[in-house]
Structures are given as structure tokens and as C-alpha cells.
């Protein structure tokens, strides 16, 4: 059943965010998924695609009349990933590439479903969908580092037990192209359930914009056998207080990349930065390293726009500090600090 309580929440919250002048995106799964679809299987489960049509319908005809750009899934990589390779997210399982393979073409499924019933019930609906993975940045500008760079990102590797989790172009060329990538279908053909080409007719609606999630990058350049070769950070390169190396460049080249391969408008989804905030003496939250890590990110998609990508916009993860998942509340991402006890917001 719905849940009355939490919809009239996001509806109040909706028209919050309009008399402040906020133009709200709302994004229909963010990885909580009901215990009692979990209990039916989840993901797992080929009836999945069809539950989520059902919910995206209930929050259209609620929210649809005042929000106009919607999100149908936030980072299907940590969803499948996290959730049903590594286990360390919800619901916690350690499947195996068959069953990693199924889920996330019933995730596809469910988007690609979502974004017809938002067509069909918000007028003038705007529509996106936001993957994530660190884009691979070339070590130099030469050429040659660029296209093993490019290769890289793209590039879905054979594992046997994480399968294609974490790679982009498996969860996103269905969705943006029509069809899986081929080196990928190398290993995990086999694995799709039956009907997976006619599905993809679901999969594959056209999009307004497309989301990445980017935090860091990873160099990579051409190795002397010609295949692309990964480039160590060297000791003391800066990181976050996740140990997530800063590298702003990849909101440089992974805009562009994607741009490249999906010709969609880039919207970034979610940058932002872990840091070890605490309230000094004088009472305040001094975050100089937050700011300029904000003012390097922020140069490199503008470079990107100027280079001719269109980056549409760009969303910090988070406004306030908020329960970061498997870290609980350790971790402090946002750019107001809240005392957890007294609920204070600094």
C-alpha cells in the first residue's frame, strides 16, 4: 500500500521548494526499495519492471502537476553493485553473474517503463536518468592517452563474481543506444533472461537529459603493449575524508566522453565532497577545504561547456549533512553542518 504519509511529505516539500523559487527534480529511487517487494524478490524478480510502473504512476498523478523534471533511478551500478554483488548495501547479497546480469536488465526494464508513464501522465515532463563511475582521465593530452582513456571507460570487462556491476556502458547503452555492448555480451549473453532483444524497444526511450554521478577520476594512458593502462596516484595525492582521490578533471572528460558516445545533454547529478567538519572555537564550520575543492569542480564541466558539451546544470550531494547509507552517520558531506544531537544546523 502506499504510504499516504510519506507522499504528502514530498508534496509538501514540493511546494516548499516553488514559493522559494527552487525549481525541484525529483528522483523516483535513490535504493529504497519496500522490505515487501524484497521478500518477493527484489530486483531479482522479472515482476519487478511492472511494480515500478505501478509506483511511478502513483507519484506522477501526486507530484506531476508541479514537477516537471523527474529521475527515474540514481545510480543503478550501487543499486545492483552494492546491494546484490559486494553485499555491503541493502538487501545485502553476494549473487552471482547470472543473477547480477537479470537484475539489472529488470532495472533497465523498470526505467525504460517509468519513462513512458511519465510521458503519459506529466505534461511537458522532462525526463533523465543517473548512472555513476568514475570517469577515466587521459595522464596527458596526447592523442594516444585520450582514446585509451575513452576505450577504458567504455570497455566492459568478464568477471565472474561481480559480473557487469560497475561498469557504464552495460547499464547505459541499452538505455541510450538500444543495445548492450557488445565485448560484454562476450560473457554475459547467456545470462539475460529470454525476450531480452524485444525488451530493449522498453528500455531505449528517448531521454531529455542524462545524469552522472561523478566524485573522483581515475588516470589512464596508453601502455606500451597499446592497451590502456591505469596510472597510480603517486603518495600524498589529495583525497577526501573517504579516502576518495580529488581529481577534478573528471568532470571534464566524463562529460565529454558520455556527450560523445550518448549525444544527450549532461546533467551532473551529484558532486561533493566527504570532509572532517567540526564546529571550532568561535563556533563556526570552517570548510576550506570543501571550497576549494567546489571551486575546482566547478571549473572543469564550465570547461567542458566551453569546449562545446552541453552540461545543463550541476547538483551537490548534500546540502546537509544526512545518513550517508552503509556510514551511517560518520561521514559529513554537507555544506551545513547538523549537530545530530541537538538537530542544530550550522
Not at 535504493?31 to 505501478?54: I, T, V
Amino acid at each position: 500500500a502506499v504510504n499516504e504519509k510519506g507522499l504528502a511529505f514530498y508534496s509538501e516539500l514540493v511546494d516548499c521548494l516553488l514559493e522559494n523559487g527552487i525549481r525541484p527534480f525529483c528522483t523516483l529511487y535513490h535504493w529504497a526499495l519496500p522490505y515487501a517487494l524484497h521478500l518477493r524478490g527484489g530486483w531479482l524478480s522479472p515482476d519487478m519492471p511492472e511494480w515500478f510502473a505501478n509506483y511511478t504512476t502513483i507519484v506522477a498523478d501526486a507530484l506531476g502537476d508541479r514537477v516537471k523534471d523527474f529521475i527515474t533511478i540514481n545510480e543503478p551500478q550501487c543499486i545492483i553493485g552494492s546491494g546484490y554483488a559486494l553485499g555491503v548495501h541493502a538487501p545485502g547479497l553476494k549473487c552471482c553473474a547470472a543473477d547480477i546480469v537479470r537484475a539489472a536488465h529488470h532495472l533497465m526494464l523498470a526505467h525504460g517503463r517509468a519513462v513512458q508513464v511519465l510521458r503519459a501522465h506529466v505534461p511537458g515532463v522532462r525526463v533523465g536518468y543517473a548512472p555513476c563511475g568514475d570517469p577515466c582521465v587521459p595522464y596527458t593530452n596526447s592523442p594516444e592517452d585520450i582514446a585509451a582513456a575513452r576505450k577504458e571507460y567504455f570497455t566492459v570487462h568478464i568477471y565472474e563474481k561481480v559480473g557487469p556491476a560497475w561498469t557504464i556502458a552495460w547499464f547505459s547503452d541499452p538505455v541510450m543506444l538500444g543495445q548492450y555492448p557488445a565485448d560484454g555480451l562476450v560473457g554475459y549473453e547467456q545470462y539475460l533472461p529470454d525476450g531480452w532483444q524485444e525488451d530493449l524497444k522498453t528500455i531505449h526511450q528517448p531521454l531529455d537529459f542524462y545524469g552522472q554521478n561523478i566524485y573522483q577520476g581515475q588516470w589512464w594512458r596508453r601502455g606500451a603493449d597499446g592497451k590502456p593502462e591505469h596510472v597510480r596516484y603517486p603518495a600524498g595525492h589529495p583525497h577526501n575524508a573517504l579516502e576518495w582521490p580529488i581529481n577534478e578533471d573528471g568532470l571534464y572528460w566524463g562529460p565529454r566522453f558520455l556527450y560523445e558516445r550518448y549525444h544527450t545533454p549532461i546533467l551532473i547529478t551529484e558532486n561533493g565532497m566527504d570532509a572532517h567538519d567540526a564546529v571550532s572555537l568561535d563556533g563556526k564550520v570552517h570548510d576550506p577545504n570543501r571550497q576549494d575543492y567546489m571551486h575546482r569542480y566547478l571549473r572543469a564541466p564550465g570547461q567542458a561547456v566551453a569546449n562545446g558539451v552541453p552540461v545543463l546544470g550541476y547538483s551537490y550531494w548534500s546540502f546537509f549533512d544526512n545518513f550517508e547509507w552503509a556510514h551511517g552517520y560518520q561521514e559529513r558531506f554537507g555544506l551545513v553542518y547538523v549537530d545530530y544531537q541537538s538537530q542544530e544546523r550550522i
